[in-house]
């Protein structure tokens, strides 16, 4: 027996064999078939019904004889049922998100969170919970964050998820401290952010730091000076409500990105000309001892340019780098 080439259709190697059989001697019995499968007469005739089943053989009637359908009239008719039955899954598992809360229901059946709250320990934990709650997001996300800066590694971990959460229709609202915005790779960021839909207020000074997704869940620190500390998450609707609240007259009092920071600075006045020509450099040129000759400096000074580069656009990689300054029209 050869190989199963239309097990992608769901037809077996056996009943392949028996098909191409009909093909090469049509209008014969099914007689003896089951030495042709070195089986079982009843394997045999299990085959054959199955392919009468699929409309691949069809019987004479009258008599024993049986013709094999077309085989073009054969794939085509096995394509549409394959597809309908791998609509049939798609749907179903598009469907399957109630397993979600069963899954989560297991997750907390020991040690039920007390009144409402959970407390997470360590940043790894921390960081997972919020790339959790916030990749299951559907309306609305608040955050208050009194960061100074952001390191590329946080730039390249947050924006594929701010991304996708604006890509859906999810409101972001976002209150950072006016010292972000001195960092080029931070403002540059906010700015991006704010071109896809955000809408980011700025603030004097804030000590508060906190995140609330979907008026459900409420994420504080334990200690807002030291997050390593560990977090508390509350999914009680009077505990979500206070801190809603505290977001709402922080969100009041700050002065909208635009209005805090001057429009978003032009090309030329994000790069020095040094700058702008290592970025094309970079860009075109593939080993640093070409880029470096291209513009006159020594390779470890080609090089520092380049990782400057990459902190100011919050990239993580070369390729990101350039990707990214493509999108600003830096290049």
Request: charged share 30%.
């Amino acid at each position: 027996m050869g190989d199963n080439e239309m097990s992608v259709y769901g037809v077996s190697a056996a009943e392949e064999e028996i098909y191409r059989h009909f093909l090469r001697n049509p209008g014969t019995t099914t007689d003896d078939l089951h030495l042709l499968l070195h089986t079982t007469p009843q394997a045999a005739r299990a085959c054959v019904e199955r392919l009468q089943e699929l409309k691949l053989l069809h019987p004479e009637e009258p008599g024993p004889r049986v013709h094999p359908t077309d085989p073009e009239t054969a794939v085509a008719r096995l394509i549409d049922r394959r597809l309908h039955a791998l609509h049939q899954e798609f749907q179903r598992v598009t469907r399957s998100r109630h397993v979600i809360d069963g899954l989560r229901a297991e997750q907390y059946t020991r040690k039920a969170p007390p009144l409402g709250i959970e407390q997470l320990e360590g940043l790894a934990q921390i960081r997972n919970r919020i790339d959790d709650l916030a990749f299951f997001a559907r309306d609305e996300i608040l955050s208050v964050e009194p960061y100074t800066q952001l390191s590329p590694e946080n730039i390249a971990r947050s924006r594929p998820l701010d991304l996708r959460c604006l890509r859906r229709g999810v409101r972001i609202r976002n209150v950072v401290v006016r010292d972000a915005l001195r960092d080029r790779p931070t403002a540059a960021y906010l700015r991006e952010l704010a071109e896809h839909g955000a809408m980011i207020r700025v603030t004097e000074h804030s000590a508060e730091r906190l995140l609330v997704y979907d008026r459900k869940a409420a994420l504080v620190p334990l200690d807002p000076r030291d997050t390593s500390r560990g977090a508390l998450l509350a999914h009680r609707g009077g505990l979500v409500s206070n801190i809603i609240a505290l977001f709402e007259k922080i969100w009041d009092q700050a002065a909208d990105l635009d209005r805090a920071d001057g429009p978003a600075p032009a090309p030329d006045d994000c790069l020095s000309e040094t700058e702008r020509r290592v970025l094309v450099s970079m860009c075109s040129v593939g080993k640093d001892e070409a880029g470096a000759r291209e513009l006159g400096v020594s390779v470890r000074t080609y090089r520092r340019h380049v990782a400057d580069l990459m902190q100011t656009l919050g990239a993580a990689s070369r390729a990101h780098a350039a990707l990214l300054a493509r999108e600003r029209g830096w290049i």
